[in-house]
Nanobody, 117 residues
């Protein structure tokens, strides 16, 4: 079994910045991709950003130019730097790990990000 432990998040004013971290531990695995998803009240969970084992990144259009995703292979960790936050970024942010052989999805417990004055 693999566990994802998230940290960061909290309350920030519009225009502010926050960082999220996620570290995977437990059984050994082959990472295909790690990323962040978010779910706002009354909405479906959506992709925020993802990075694969080759370093390729993909971002939701709504966060391009404001958010940066990065990974640390040795720590099996992924980070999300969020800048110029707006109220629409308010959501629970979930870390995701997708593995190879076998292909499995793991999720963190979620961390709340609230953008409000």
């Amino acid at each position: 079994q693999v566990q994802l432990v998230e940290s960061g998040g909290g309350l920030v004013q519009p225009g502010g910045s926050l960082s999220l971290s996620c570290e995977a531990s437990g059984d050994s695995f082959i990472m295909y991709a790690m990323g962040w998803y978010r779910q706002a009240p009354g909405k479906q969970r959506e992709l925020v950003a993802v990075v694969n084992s080759g370093g390729y990144t993909n971002y939701a259009d709504s966060v391009k130019g404001r958010f940066t995703i990065a990974k640390h292979n040795a720590k099996n960790a992924v980070y999300l730097q969020m800048r110029s936050l707006v109220p629409e970024d308010t959501a629970i942010y979930y870390c995701n790990l997708n593995t190879l052989a076998p292909s499995l999805d793991y999720w963190g417990q979620g961390t709340q990000v609230t953008v409000s004055s």
